[in-house]
T-cell receptor, first 114, second 112 residues
Framework: GAVVSQHPSWVICKSGTSVKIECRSL??????MFWYRQFPKQSLMLMAT?????????EQGVEKDKFLINHASLTLSTLTVTSAHPEDSSFYIC??????????FGPGTRLLVL | EDQVTQSPEALRLQEGESSSLNCSYT??????LFWYRQDPGKGPEFLFT???AGEEKEKERLKATLTKKESFLHITAPKPEDSATYLC?????????????FGGGTRVLVKP
């Protein structure tokens, strides 16, 4: 149990385009979902937290107009990177939690912006 | 400021050579301490949750323990497949407890 999926697993896009990443909890209802970014050989950096049906709470320094997060249902959250630039290239990982359960992580999405 | 520190940063072990990873934390109140394993290019995999001092949990060759200031992840007779980065995270009580605070991780390499 407690499986979180992400789609796509990797994506290459041109600078200036937008990219959407989906995160789904497959066998539980995720009351809270999180989006992280990870640079090579570094730990996870939390970008934002979202509760189902509410607006996301962004961490300091994360541009909410650039990284659009939607948590439309108890099993789905999306991260849209708008007008992507090469510096947005990174490994994006979502996680999900139901109440006080542990956070379970998705497999990650590698984004490369050319 | 709440803080989570893991040591060592990297650990090279021979197969069968047991060792321990440390996670020290400073929070006003602990709601839970979590251990994850992360393989290169993948998301973290949940291992354990510890809630109170004195608690211990085991899974195969891994054993996690918790005191009021730190947690240890003991790896007994490791195998090459135990090579990974091990992440420790804490969730504190109160309003800030909606998210995890991660340590920097310990990269473990087990050589055959």
């Amino acid at each position: 149990g407690a499986v979180v999926s992400q789609h796509p697993s990797w994506v290459i896009c041109k600078s200036g385009t937008s990219v959407k990443i989906e995160c789904r909890s497959l066998d539980f209802q995720a009351t809270t979902m999180f989006w992280y970014r990870q640079f090579p050989k570094q730990s996870l950096m939390l970008m934002a937290t979202s509760n189902e049906g509410s607006k996301a709470t962004y961490e300091q320094g994360v541009e909410k107009d650039k990284f659009l997060i939607n948590h439309a249902s108890l099993t789905l959250s999306t991260l849209t990177v708008t007008s992507a630039h090469p510096e947005d290239s990174s490994f994006y990982i979502c996680s999900a939690r139901d109440g006080d359960t542990p956070q379970y992580f998705g497999p990650g999405t590698r984004l490369l912006v050319l | 400021e709440d803080q989570v520190t893991q040591s060592p940063e990297a650990l090279r072990l021979q197969e069968g050579e047991s060792s321990s990873l440390n996670c020290s934390y400073t929070v006003s109140g602990l709601r839970g301490l979590f251990w994850y394993r992360q393989d290169p290019g993948k998301g973290p995999e949940f291992l354990f949750t510890l809630y109170s001092a004195g608690e211990e949990k085991e899974k195969e060759r891994l054993k996690a323990t918790l005191t009021k200031k730190e947690s240890f992840l003991h790896i007994t007779a490791p195998k090459p497949e135990d090579s990974a980065t091990y992440l420790c995270a804490v969730r504190e009580t109160g309003a800030a407890g909606n998210k995890l605070t991660f340590g920097g991780g310990t990269r473990v390499l087990v050589k055959p």
